[in-house]
């Protein structure tokens, strides 16, 4: 089986991020990088597949030339080689740009199941998945905590979660494109072995296409203002827990 | 015109459409409603009592139960016929497995998860979290319209939805679907036990911290978290003395919740805890320490001994109950 | 509480369970830490493969980080001189060395005033030196290191040397996957052997591993005990107008005491960001003294506060350094291994600079390995090589001079200041040499000895606002640290007893002061009646300061899995 995984390299998760001078987009010329955590276990189910079923497993990234970071992470990992979509301005590319410089860059490859992770921990669109199914003409499913692949090869089995601790099983044919959840499996560590073997893998570098894409501009990033005063609520223990209940209750209406 | 796709599942409509109607109302603009399904007329009027202008009531026998590539087709075709300037959704887990998808066949732009939107310079532009909450985006959507965009469950009130002086028509439209072009083949949904909790998921949280003091101390906060019909949680020392289990530490190393209530007692408010609660939308700290940093996050603050505060939150519970 | 995470720390000296499959990895030269040590050892190491020609030596570098440079902190101000010799086409490689130092200014500060010092003596003047972020130099030399060659492992601690007999073999790395209660998580990775005809350790300061060869073959015997200083550090972003890109300010005085060794660093990088820093020595004598809050208060000094205000504070950090100089270094060969930079102590405490010696060294140890290797030859008396590189070289011409510097401020700052004033112009004879001196940790004084029995005074201390002072919780925040928190602490503490009997009623718990993260915390027993020792281990910033400065020598630092730490971009 021939699986691609489209990795992202996002801003490490606690990294104290500011706004950037423009107020468009925020200072990372200094910040740390990881892998997108729901792309990493994207990667190891990929890499589970393939050690159940065989054939290759291609890391896919788009981005600028700093996230050959993750990619040699990936192949660190076990990743059998790499599709790296470079360019500058996919640092802070919208969703539907990415998935178009993905889909440019996979297109001749028939990929016979594409796993990318359900959402970026940067800009949390939700939606490169999704729409490089639909650029890929692919039938997709999202969410996915579990994955079967029939014994043919021909088809696929997943586990959907739906809200509040409701999950559904959907087939469809193969190929396809899931989007994974974080925990559907336990991360394996890179291994001294995998890191000496990743130096002689390839890493194909495309320059990213210019494709036609629905825009959403950023005018403005900033943090979120509080919308108001800590209110304290004074009296006797009694007093200020009736009060509170009644603040609950009728202003905040959270009970 | 608006146009607002509701949503729905085994005959009951999904609250959170009603969010998102609200929110169309308060563009001031005209507002279509469309229900998607296989038999919806009972649904659609009971939309039809919201201050719209119309429902539509998409129905086709493949369209039931949902499948992304099902709704795909159905609602390019509403689209094409509607020219809605502008698509809104509540941002459940079906807009987000289909909506992007039916964007990008149309070559339109989805901003998605957002949680107002505004007119800015008099153009309108959509308000959206960034970097797991610790920005703000102003999102101006480029290109043709309509453009869509979908709406946080929360973001807008519910009973904040005008009903209007008579029912909207309800008007079926038509929509031609090959099921055999449907690839996704889904079962009927189940529930699971969740081996592990979801605090993400919760809507109500009670955070216990240091101030507990001991283990024996604990039920203290579970009675109150019970009445409360809210989730346990607790900051870092708690579960690194193992009175918790560590999937439920909120903060930095632990978990990032944004619940309608969190309410934190005897939690001093490190950064590294505000960070995993800061987007609760209604924060209560309880704290014998009027200096602790919690309250520089809290919507509500009692300074006092949680011991004597907690037991009486519970009887004002109780008592209005 | 106490005994679990005994239990789990002893794990260490556990016999194998027999299920184990240990991978090796045989190498010829081993560079354990990728610090500019390590970095320029291994970097000279592939060089000559390339000029000798012949079978090339296989090279690798192991560094506990996460990303390479990701535990560097430093001033820095570089002296360029041992990398012009390691790689003179620096510039034309892209070396972030693009900041000149262009103003050196030195100020004695009474707490209101900054007095300039009218000349800076000639061993402080930075003529032909840059200012630069050693975390940014470390990741571009490890990418030069790894283009001409050579492995480098990141995210991988050695956490035990290998012998056969007496003769260091190799390193043994870190298992991964261990819970906190020492069992073993689903993911579980055993460590691997890495076994090396020569082992370089440039572990850095108090390096875990250097330290157990120390002890094991008494390397330091008729040597100067080691003495260390913690240096606490600031990265800020400022109004450039402020202070020129280039400047580098140093300073003595407030809010140290006469008795307490150290000073304050400024250092302006472009673009209006500026290096804060703070460096105490840690051979104090007041038990209650408070590194973290003596750094607060040189920032709300007017001459730093006046250019902080307004600005905003984006990284923070901590790190030892050593200051013991010639007397104190051991002996750094032994069969099959060598010690180079901080680990041995390879630094100039009179200058604060240590990199370019770090490098110098790394540089020697190359030289030597490589022939030993190629003449099948890594006996201690064929290591003993280095140690004359050593003495023949520049690293003793610069440290001989100014031995007894660090010794002399132990007498307090002014009789240092007037020693080392005398040192530079006498050459550094004094009346005795070597001078004693006492290992920092016994120096503090409990409680009762340093007050004279009277009830101690308030400490000094310096309100919180989180806009130019930091509680060290915000701090650690700013230090990016993180560990995966369910795995045994890596910070064991022999006896935890001790804490809350002896040491709570000797010295009221300096391990609460001198940890710069908030790791060691005093807090009501479960039980309810009196109080235990609670361990943060996930805070901790791996400055090393605990190992050294506990007065009962009962805390070991062993490192925790690999890639835990900070994170210390643009440090
Ligand atoms: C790298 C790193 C990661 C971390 N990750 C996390 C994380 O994910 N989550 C997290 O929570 N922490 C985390 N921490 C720890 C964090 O910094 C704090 O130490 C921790 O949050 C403090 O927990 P606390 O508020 O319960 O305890 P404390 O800070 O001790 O606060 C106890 C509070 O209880 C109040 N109190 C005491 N008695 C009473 C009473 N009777 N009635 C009312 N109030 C009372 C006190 O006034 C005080 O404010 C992390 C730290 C680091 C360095
Ligand atoms: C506050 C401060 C300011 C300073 N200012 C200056 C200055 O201005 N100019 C100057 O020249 N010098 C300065 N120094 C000194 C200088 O930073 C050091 O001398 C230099 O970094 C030493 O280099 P090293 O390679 O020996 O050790 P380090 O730089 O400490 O590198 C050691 C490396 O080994 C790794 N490591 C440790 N143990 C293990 C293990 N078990 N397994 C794997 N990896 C491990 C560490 O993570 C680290 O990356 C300063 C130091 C401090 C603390
Ligand atoms: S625990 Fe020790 S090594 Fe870690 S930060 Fe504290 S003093 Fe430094």
Known sequence: ?255 | MILVVAEQRGGALNPATWETVAAAQQTGESITVALVGADVQKLAAELAAAEVAEVLAVEHDALEPYTPDGFVAALAQVMEKACPELVLFPHTYQTRDYAPALAARLGRVFIPDCIASKVRDGQRVFVRPMFQGKFMADVLPQGPAPHFASFQIGACRADACARGAAPAPVREAAVEIDAAAIRQRPEAPFKEAKQAVDLTQAERIVAVGRGIKGQEHLPVAQDLAKALDAELAASRPICDSGWLPMDRQIGSSGQTVAPKLYLAVGISGAIQHLVGMKGARTIVAVNKDADAPIFEVADYGIVGDLFEVVPAIMAALEGEA | MALRRDLAGSRRETPEKADVERETLDVDVLVVGGGPAGLAAAYRLARLNEERGGEPLIVAVLEKARAAGAHMLSGAVLDPSALSELMPDWKSRGAPLDLPVRDDRIYFLTAGRALPFPITPPPLRNHGHYVISLNRLAKWLTEQVEAAGVDVFTGFAGTELLYEGDRVVGVRTGDRGIDRHGERKPAFEPGVDIRAKVTVLADGVRGNLTKTLIRRFSLDAGRSPQSYAIGIKELWDIDPQRLAAGSVIHTMGHPLRFEEFGGGFIYALPDGRLSVGFVAGLDYRDPLFDPHVAFQRFKRHPLVASLLAGGQMVRYGAKALPEGGWHALPRCHLDGALIVGDAAGFLNSMRLKGIHLAMRSGMHAADVAFRAVRENDVSAGRLSEYARLVEAGPIRRELYPVRNVHQSFAGGLLAGLLYSGMSLLTGGWWFRDPMPAHAGHERIRTVAKYFGGAAPPEPPSAPIDRELTFDRLTNVHYSGTRHDENQPSHLLVADTDICRTRCMEEYRNPCTRFCPANVYEIVDADAGEGKRLQINASNCVHCKTCDIMDPYQIIDWVPPEGGGGPSYEGM
């Open chain 1, 1 to 255: 089986m021939k699986i691609a995984v489209c990795i992202k390299q996002v801003v490490t998760r606690d990294w104290p991020l500011r706004v950037a001078e423009s107020a468009t987009w925020v200072r990372d010329d200094d910040a740390s990088f990881e892998m997108n955590e729901p792309d990493a276990y994207a990667l190891e189910e990929a890499l589970r597949l393939k050690e159940l079923l065989g054939g290759e497993v291609v890391v896919c990234s788009a981005g600028p030339a700093r996230v050959s970071q993750v990619i040699r992470e990936a192949l660190a990992r076990g990743a059998d080689r790499a599709i790296h979509v470079e360019g500058e301005a996919l640092a802070a590319a919208e969703a539907d740009a990415v998935a178009a410089a993905l889909a440019g860059a996979m297109e001749g490859e028939s990929f016979d199941l594409v796993l990318t992770g359900l959402q970026s921990d940067d800009q949390g669109f939700g939606q490169t998945g999704v729409v490089l199914a639909e650029r890929l003409g692919l039938p997709h499913a999202t969410i996915i905590m579990e994955v079967d692949v029939a014994d043919d090869g021909g088809s696929l089995r997943v586990k959907r979660e739906l809200e509040s601790g409701w999950f559904q099983w959907v087939s469809m044919p193969l190929p396809a494109l899931l989007t994974i959840q974080s925990g559907i499996n336990q991360l394996r560590y890179a291994t001294l072995r995998g890191i000496m073997a990743a130096k002689r893998k390839e890493i194909l570098t495309v320059p990213a296409q210019s494709a036609e894409t629905a825009g959403q501009r950023i005018l403005e990033l900033y943090v979120p203002e509080k919308s108001s005063a800590t209110r304290f609520i004074d009296g006797s223990a009694p007093e200020a827990a009736r009060e509170l209940v009644r603040l609950l209750r009728e202003e905040a209406r959270v009970l």
